[in-house]
């Protein structure tokens, strides 16, 4: 639950689906593959006191995660949106219980909670933040560089975003691209804090190629192996110096109570989308906390709706390390909101508007948009 008060409870109208076609900057390679164009579903819920917003954070292809952009369209439709419009008058925090008898399909739950949270908190006046339990009125700013064509390209890449103010480096590697990239970089740019990403790209078989990244002082390791290998994981925190951080595993706080228990992980990645929403969100932050493990706030490249979300939930207490809330400019030439999130000194500022504190940019979304539907009550 949140560390504040509930929000009021709303009357739905309607809840509408679109998925956007974002294309990126510049390609962003990770060990399960190389995306160009971000396809992204975004969530609209009208009410009778206005409406909210919400980012449905799966991928084109089922890759990095089982969810994908038109299995999310599927059963949102067919089953999620159908429930909340039959309850019809709710507060967010009953959206979890009413979606539950669907089984898995987080992110798309997380979506639609989101766009409820919005509009519960606008008709308040009310910043998410503020809600969530914010203790900040800014977050530092981290970076995720893909695997780029060489480790010189890789160098190339981390002193740009260096120029740009970002304060945490993490770099993706994968098999073959692991050490070299890691030393090409801490030799460039000497003690930077710099973290290293898997997305699940190694077994246990390579912890002697992992070990071999004890030498560059990171800050930690994210998901170096399968998302159900918690056992595993724990094994291979016993081999490393470098703290292994779990990402992919954490789908829950069941799962976040599992993996601490087992000595999985000494940190924590937390993904709204991922856990399902932004209040389990707080509760795996809130079981981190207690139990003295650092999380931080990982990112699936959202847009400038997900992308303020993600900055509230990092000004929580036990955000301890830099997440990757970077700029929108970082991926996107043109945000689908008014004012895109930016780097001031190494941080961006978490909105204090009411809900979300961001506005759409109706002209950027119809421009983005390749597929509608609107489902009434």
């Given at each position: 639950?949140p560390?504040t008060a ?5 009357t739905?109208e309607?809840l ?5 076609h974002?294309?990126?900057?510049s ?9 160009t164009?971000?396809?992204v ?10 409406e909210?917003w ?6 084109h ?5 089982s969810e994908y952009t038109?299995g999310?369209w599927d059963?949102?439709?067919?089953f ?8 019809r008058?709710f ?9 539950e008898?669907v089984?898995g ?10 766009a409820?949270l919005d ?6 006046g009310r ?8 203790v900040?009125?800014?977050v530092p700013s ?5 695997i ?9 890449a981390?002193?740009?975003y ?6 945490r480096?993490?770099?993706k590697?994968k098999p073959?691209?692991?050490v ?11 003690a ?7 997305n ?8 002697d190629?992992?070990?071999e990244?004890d030498?560059f002082?990171?800050?930690?390791i994210?998901?170096?192996?399968q998302e159900?290998d ?6 291979l925190?016993r081999?490393l110096?470098t703290p292994v951080?779990l ?5 829950s706080?069941?799962a976040?109570r599992?993996?601490?228990a087992l000595?999985?992980a000494?940190?924590?990645n937390i ?12 509760r795996?932050?809130?079981l981190c906390?207690d ?6 706030c ?5 847009t ?9 939930l990092?000004?929580?207490?036990g955000?301890?390390?830099p997440?990757?809330?970077s700029?929108s400019s970082?991926?996107y030439?043109?945000?689908i909101?008014t ?6 000194d190494?941080?961006v500022?978490?909105p204090t ?7 759409i940019d109706p ?15």
């Amino acid at each position: 639950m949140p560390v504040t008060a509930p929000a009021a409870a709303v009357t739905l109208e309607s809840l509408e689906l679109r998925v956007l076609h974002l294309p990126l900057v510049s390609p962003f390679t990770t060990s399960f593959g190389t995306e160009t164009v971000r396809e992204v579903i975004v969530v609209r819920a009208r009410t009778t006191d206005g409406e909210g917003w919400g980012e449905i954070v799966t991928q084109h292809e089922p890759y990095y995660s089982s969810e994908y952009t038109h299995g999310a369209w599927d059963v949102a439709q067919r089953f999620l949106m159908p429930a909340l419009l039959e309850a019809r008058t709710f507060a967010p925090e009953d959206v979890a219980g009413i979606l539950e008898p669907v089984i898995g399909h987080r992110m798309v739950k997380g979506g639609l909670e989101l766009a409820i949270l919005d509009a519960a908190l606008r008709a308040q006046g009310r910043p998410l933040g503020e809600y969530l339990g914010s203790v900040r009125d800014r977050v530092p700013s981290g970076v995720s560089v893909g695997i780029q064509r060489d480790p010189a390209a890789m160098v190339d890449a981390v002193g740009t975003y260096l120029d740009e103010g970002y304060v945490r480096i993490k770099i993706k590697i994968k098999p073959g691209r692991d050490v070299d990239d890691t030393a090409a970089v801490r030799d460039a740019f000497g003690a930077i804090p710099l973290q290293v990403d898997a997305n699940s790209a190694y077994t246990l078989a390579d912890a002697d190629t992992l070990a071999e990244l004890d030498r560059f002082d990171l800050l930690l390791i994210e998901q170096p192996l399968q998302e159900d290998d918690l056992v595993d994981h724990a094994t291979l925190a016993r081999r490393l110096k470098t703290p292994v951080c779990l990402d992919e595993s954490i789908v829950s706080l069941k799962a976040a109570r599992d993996a601490l228990a087992l000595g999985s992980a000494s940190v924590v990645n937390i993904k709204a989308g991922r856990v399902g929403g932004y209040l389990e969100a707080v509760r795996i932050h809130d079981l981190c906390r207690d139990a003295g493990v650092p999380v931080w706030c990982g990112g699936m490249l959202e847009t400038g709706i997900g992308r303020a979300a993600n900055a509230a939930l990092a000004a929580l207490p036990g955000f301890t390390l830099p997440g990757d809330i970077s700029a929108s400019s970082r991926f996107y030439t043109r945000d689908i909101v008014t004012e895109p999130a930016v780097i001031e000194d190494g941080h961006v500022r978490v909105p204090t508007g009411p809900g979300l504190g961001v506005e759409i940019d109706p002209l950027a979304l119809d421009d983005a948009t390749v597929e509608r539907v609107e489902l009434r009550a």
